[in-house]
């Protein structure tokens, strides 16, 4: 089992070798569970697992501001969009590993409400997006050239959605797995401002949650019309806080 935790850059220690994605660590593995290189794997050591690098490779990955050096001793992660997987220790190094993460139902709602675009196109309000929503007005595009791939478009995705996530889980942290997906759905559909200040989120803090999914179907106008698009995906995102 995985957990996605953030977007770090991972340098080698000799400096030969760098790159920037999506991070996860490792959940719970059985009891004697071996690593690629043969070693029994122990979450309390500063290890990690990546596709290519020779095992024993001292890497650092960094992010918001932190560090941790680990070694190479695994393979993985095989997920696309993901570059490293970092034992439990690791993870709790960079302080991230108890942050809350979108699950699998959420993110394919999203996935599936964006759809994905290899090349740059308008959004319904003429704003430059690529891959699964990614927005160049608020996030840049500089630096992406089209057309990418799926796992490019996925691991977009998971870099813009951690603010989003951050937004909920700084508001509710108390809600479910799934009141919490159809929250940072919304809110990356509409923004976190908007979400902050919604008569949703009153109603979720007040844990008057049928009122709270009611307030879902509201939110389906772009432009001053009403989107067919945002009409299911509202639907779709009531029923997964209802769930």
Known sequence: MYKLIAIVVLITVSQTYGETGVCSWYGDLPAGAL?????????????AAHKTLPFGTMVTAS????????????RGPFVAGRILDLSKAAGAVL??????????????????????????????????????????????????????????????LHQDLVGFQNCVENAVPFVNDNQFAALVSFSFNEGCGAFEGSTLLKDVKAKNYAAAANEFGKWVYAGGKVLP??????ANEKALFLR
């Open 35 to 47: 690593t690629a290189d043969g070693e029994v794997f122990n979450e309390n050591a500063l290890t």
């Open 63 to 74: 992010c918001n501001g932190k560090s941790v050096t680990v070694r190479i001793n695994d």
């Open 95 to 156: 302080a991230l590993a108890n942050a809350r993460n979108i699950n699998q139902a959420g993110l394919d709602l999203i996935k599936v409400s964006e759809g994905f675009r290899a090349n740059f196109y308008g959004d319904p309000v003429g704003i430059r997006t690529i891959g699964y929503g990614h927005n160049c007005q608020a996030k840049g595009c500089d630096s992406i050239h089209a057309p990418i791939t799926q796992a490019q478009g996925e691991a977009l």
């Open 229 to 234: 698009g945002l009409v299911t995906r509202r």
